[in-house]
């Protein structure tokens, strides 16, 4: 699968399970930021994840978890923040709790490469 779209050097609001397929399908690298507006950990994440929207080769999504509860559902997540990785559409890993920006620019480097 080979990408054709800019990756945007911002994260993008997922509006719906439709639309992150959607996006998962138009990028070769994605990393998807689950969070919600009342979750401490998730606000002190969400500089980093800007970052790495603008600096990595990864498309960064945002779902939040209270407007999208039935995708969260579906994917598994039971608590936030999780960030996952996708490779040509393919989780390829799965990160729960704050992590710091280098630790994340790695595991994007190696979905990347």
Do not use: N
Request: net charge negative; aromatic share 6%.
């Amino acid at each position: 699968m080979s990408s054709t779209s800019e990756k945007p050097t911002e994260p993008i609001h997922v509006e719906s399970a439709e639309h992150f397929e959607e996006l998962l399908g138009q990028y070769e690298v994605v990393l998807v930021d689950y969070h919600a507006d009342w979750c401490g950990p998730c606000k002190m994440l969400e500089p980093t994840v800007a970052e790495l929207a603008e600096e990595s080769p990864a498309a960064v999504l945002k779902v939040d978890i209270d407007e999208l509860q039935e995708l969260a559902r579906d994917k598994g997540i039971r608590s936030v923040p999780t960030l996952e990785f996708y490779g040509a559409g393919e989780r390829a890993e799965r990160l729960v709790g704050v992590r710091d920006k280098d630790e994340l620019a790695g595991v994007i480097d190696q979905i990347a490469a």
